[in-house]
């Protein structure tokens, strides 16, 4: 369907990809798998930023990730996520370098706060750690910061 460019920004850098049993986009994973690996600040020292749009039957679907700081030595990756209506969406975080606290905002909301689960905000069903990641479910439309 993509060519091997256009996959490679919006599966891996962008992480915009479709739930393995769904059809049609109606649920949507958010996984970049570029911000995923071990040394995932380590990118900002070549991009600082990306965003884009996909075009689904069920609306258009977005994704925007940007370093934190101007420098290389990046503190953390701020990561929005677009999801139209009639979708469900997973979105997959970084757990941050060893050592590092990890912590989730939605909305100014902390919902992850280090090894647990804190506040909750709407439209957000559950957050999880996983392996190599924080796992956050959403069910309702709406943008997510």
């Known amino acids: 369907m993509f060519g091997a460019t256009t996959e490679f920004f919006f599966r891996h850098l962008l992480g915009i990809q479709q739930a393995e049993h769904s059809r049609g986009y109606k649920h949507v994973v958010f ?9 995932h600040l380590a990118i900002c020292a070549n991009l600082s930023s990306v965003q ?19 420098t290389a030595a990046a503190k953390g990756i701020a990561y929005n996520v ?3 209506i009639g979708v469900a969406a ?16 939605e909305g100014g909301v902390v919902i992850w706060d280090g090894a647990k689960q804190a ?3 709407a439209g957000v069903t559950s957050v999880t750690l996983a392996q190599d990641s924080i796992s956050v479910e959403t069910v309702g439309a709406g943008q997510y910061r």
Do not use: F
Request: aromatic share 2%; with cysteine; glycine share 8%.
């Open 31 to 39: 996984r970049p798998s570029v911000l995923l690996s071990p040394a």
């Open 52 to 70: 884009g749009t996909l075009l689904r039957p069920h609306g258009e679907i977005a994704a925007s990730w940007a370093c934190d700081s101007d």
């Open 82 to 84: 677009s999801v139209p």
């Open 90 to 105: 997973t979105v997959d975080l970084p757990l941050s370098a060893q050592g590092a606290k990890t912590v989730v905002q």
């Open 119 to 121: 506040g909750q905000v």
